[in-house]
């Protein structure tokens, strides 16, 4: 059995690979690139449906990580259970948390200050002024505290907001204060004014934004979604947007495409953007790093870095 590790980005695109392993490049394509048998290391399609990345699992018998290039791994799991125990799978900590954040932060100053109305009225060569709600002196409310929705603090400071709160999976304590469990929801949500989503599409978080989460936000508050589609109910968020009591900006929705006969697209104060959080040009310099270093890791036998579960040990 030969070596194989599966790039999704062309290897000789990428500097400082280690020797050993023969760097096989499939992006999704029809045919593999190799017999499947032989791969160790698996790096996902980026950006590709999840048909794409899930179709070589049942054949890689003898993988040994499942790396992805997303800070997710929701649209893997359909296919885990065709791989071996023992399998590590890993997310790509590190890429995306600048270009998502940044544009969360996008995200929350177009909604406030209004320039998608902007943009309309410039069309019609009409001056639209009058006063917009600021993010300075907001309270914010981030639902995901790990790596990306630490860095949308880090953005979120100098723009002197009022307080930011944290919610995660589990109660902890930051340098930055405290980070509260996803119980302490019902009490957090009326105190905040923009509320933003970046926790991993789970089992306990699909549908987490529901009709009665959403009735606990303060009227007038903004929802900026960044995260995945599935955890908000559609049905439940247009009900509230348009009745114009919250608005919301959302780079992910469900379903997803949106079809062009969506209600949302034209839901008033709904600001819609095609999942674009990670694809920027932050993406390929952080992406190689990464695999680089994680690939140098793996020839060594040293401890990968960003192992999200391993196969047969965590039930999967």
Known sequence: MTADVWLSIPPDTIEGLPEGPNYRFWDGADEFPADPADCVYYVVPYMKPTEVGVRPLPELSGVQVVQTLSAGIDTLEPGLKHLRPGVRVCNARGVHEASTAELALTLILASLRGVPDFVRAQGNGEWLGGFRPALADKN???????????????????????????????????????????????????????????????????????????????DGALLVNVSRGPVVDTKALLAEVESGRITAALDVTDPEPLPREHPLWHAPGVLISPHVGGPTSAFLPRAKRLLVDQLTRFVNREPLRNVILTTGATGV
């Open 140 to 218: 914010v409310l981030i639902v995901g505290y790990g790596a990306i929705g630490s860095a949308i603090e880090d953005r979120l400071v100098p723009f002197e907001v009022a307080r930011v709160a944290r919610v995660a999976r589990s109660e902890r304590t930051t340098a930055r204060g405290p980070v509260h469990p996803l119980t302490d929801l019902p009490t957090l949500l009326p105190e905040a004014d923009v509320v933003v989503l970046v926790t991993p599409l789970t089992g306990a978080t699909r549908g987490l934004v529901g009709a009665e989460f959403l009735a606990r936000m303060k």
